[in-house]
């Protein structure tokens, strides 16, 4: 069984910043051969896309933290990271890891990100 576990979160102050991680585990799990991704969800709203990463290393962001943060993994500790960088209070949420290869997909249970003074 994959298992996607996310550690890095917490509360922080505006401008401040935070680096997310998500370490993948699980039997045959070939982690270099998924896109992996970082989504954010707020009450009351949908969980949406926050920066890609394909298996070869291409890395897409959303318009409103482009020039802020950085997705990066490392394939050989099967772990994919978020740099957050001049956080915004807007940029609060639960971040959550996912895990993309054909038409399976793994989601990890979801960190806190809150930026406020």
């Known amino acids: 069984q994959v298992q996607l576990v996310e550690s890095g979160g917490g509360l922080v102050q505006p401008g401040g910043s935070l680096t997310l991680s998500c370490a993948a585990s699980?039997?045959?799990?070939?982690?270099?051969?998924?896109?992996m991704s970082w989504n954010r969800q707020v009450p009351g709203k949908q969980r949406d896309l926050v920066a890609h990463?394909?298996?070869?290393?291409?890395?897409t962001y959303v318009d409103s933290v482009k020039g802020r943060f950085t997705i990066t993994r490392d394939n050989a500790k099967n772990t994919v990271y978020l740099q957050m960088n001049s956080l915004k209070p807007e940029d609060t949420g639960v971040y959550y890891c996912?895990?993309?290869?054909?038409?399976?997909?793994?989601w990890g249970q979801g960190i806190q990100v809150t930026v406020s003074s």
């Open positions: 996912h895990a993309r290869v054909g038409q399976y997909e793994f």
């Open positions: 699980g039997a045959g799990f070939g982690f270099s051969t998924y896109a």
């Open positions: 990463i394909s298996s070869a290393g291409k890395s």
